[in-house]
């Protein structure tokens, strides 16, 4: 019987430890030391009542960092030091009481808004989930490497919550040779979105389809003009790296490409003749030119969007990309974009506020060695 009652005593006690130890897991740090101060200052001034109503601050502080059940033990612990606060003091009963009874309903409120909170962050991370999805769906990871030459892909949407917003770009491999294009679509939200999504997909198509580039373009136009609305276009450069070597460069109403010479000097490829952007081309009646340079061993060429370019500092002076560049070029694309982009927030200021994109790629030359098969980038 006596080692009986032991085993019953010793599991009540490693039940209360356990009980204890989950309570003091589900009690938040910061709203405990806020209610621990208000006691404190009470006890050193002596003067209890004019503190109490300060011990709702803990449940309403711990609804906003915890769950409902952290709520509970900061209410409980404070309604518990209250009631012993209110005793301490020769004051008639009925006002602690009025204050201490408070607690609880503070607590309960607490705790509706810690649970509503906790839903809105699991539904904002359900949305991230298929932002991200959608992300990877439309801007499809680029490789790090296609034939001869090395590929590097920054990408920033202005809306960080969504992940995603109404610049593009693609690569593909065609028996043609590689073709790229970057954009971006009038607007914002989910209309831009779909537009992107729209010009992607028939230029996937067309690149691998068409053996012109002009041609390409064309296909891109034709979809556009049957699908847009009048205000809506879509500023776009379309890039061809033939197996002659050369490049072609189709530039509809886009910033201009930077080609980078093996030298590191940069120079601004401008279109010629300019033309209007995809989706405008009925109205103006000027179809756009095809331009062809050398694009030889140890060149880059960087593509952009305007989010860039017009990334403005405190004094609203534009980013100068030419010269970040003429600083950050190296002989590896990745670690050129990412020295451009940490020089570009530092520019901002911290955080852009449009959409931006850099698609940066580069001709190995003939002494380096043969490009390894690597993984593919994400936008980041």
């Not at 009986?4 to 039940?15: D, P, Q, Y």
């Not at 011990?55 to 612990?77: D, S």
């Not at 230029?203 to 373009?217: C, W």
């Not at 030298?263 to 279109?271: G, I, L, N, R, Y």
Request: charged share 20%.
């Amino acid at each position: 019987m006596r080692l009986s009652g032991e085993r019953t005593t010793g599991s009540l006690a490693s039940a209360g430890r356990r009980a204890a130890g989950r309570l003091a897991a589900g009690m938040p740090l910061l709203p405990v030391l806020v209610v621990a101060v208000v006691v404190l200052v009470a006890v050193a001034t002596r003067a209890g009542m004019p503190w109490l109503p300060l011990l709702a601050a803990g449940p309403a502080l711990a609804a906003a960092t915890n769950g409902p059940r952290g709520v509970v033990c900061v209410g409980l612990l404070a309604a518990a030091l209250g009631t012993a606060l209110g005793l301490a003091h020769t004051v008639p009963a009925r006002e602690p009481a009025a204050v201490v009874s408070a607690l609880p309903a503070v607590t309960a409120a607490s705790c509706l808004a810690s649970a509503m909170r906790g839903r809105r962050e699991r539904v904002l991370a359900a949305v991230r989930s298929v932002a991200e999805a959608a992300q990877h769906a439309l801007l499809q990871p680029v490789p790090e490497t296609v034939g001869p030459f090395q590929v590097a892909v920054r990408y920033s949407a202005a809306a960080a919550e969504a992940r995603i917003g109404g610049d593009l770009y693609a690569l593909v491999p065609t028996p043609h040779g590689v073709r790229l294009i970057v954009g971006d679509v009038r607007g914002k939200g989910l209309p831009a979105v779909g537009t992107a999504a729209l010009v992607l997909g028939v230029f996937r198509e067309a690149a691998y389809d068409e053996p012109d580039l002009l041609a390409v373009v064309g296909r891109i136009e034709r979809s556009l003009a049957r699908n847009l609305g009048a205000d809506d276009f879509v500023t776009a450069v379309v890039v061809g790296l033939p197996p002659e070597g050369h490049l072609e460069v189709v530039n509809c109403g886009h910033a201009p490409p930077l080609l980078i010479s093996a030298s590191k000097d940069v120079t601004a490829v401008e279109p010629a003749p300019p033309a209007p952007p995809l989706g405008l081309r009925s109205l103006l009646d000027v179809s756009p030119g095809l331009q062809r340079l050398p694009f030889s061993a140890g060149d880059q060429l960087l593509l952009y969007t305007d989010g860039v370019t017009e990334a403005r500092d405190h004094a609203r002076m534009f980013y100068p990309l030419a010269d970040g560049v003429a600083r950050c070029v190296s002989e590896e694309p990745g670690r050129t974009l990412g020295a451009l982009h940490e020089e570009l927030l530092a520019h901002v200021g911290g955080r852009l506020h449009d959409d931006a994109a850099l698609l940066l790629l580069r001709k190995q030359s003939a002494d380096e060695p043969a490009p390894v098969p690597a993984r593919a980038t994400a936008a980041r």
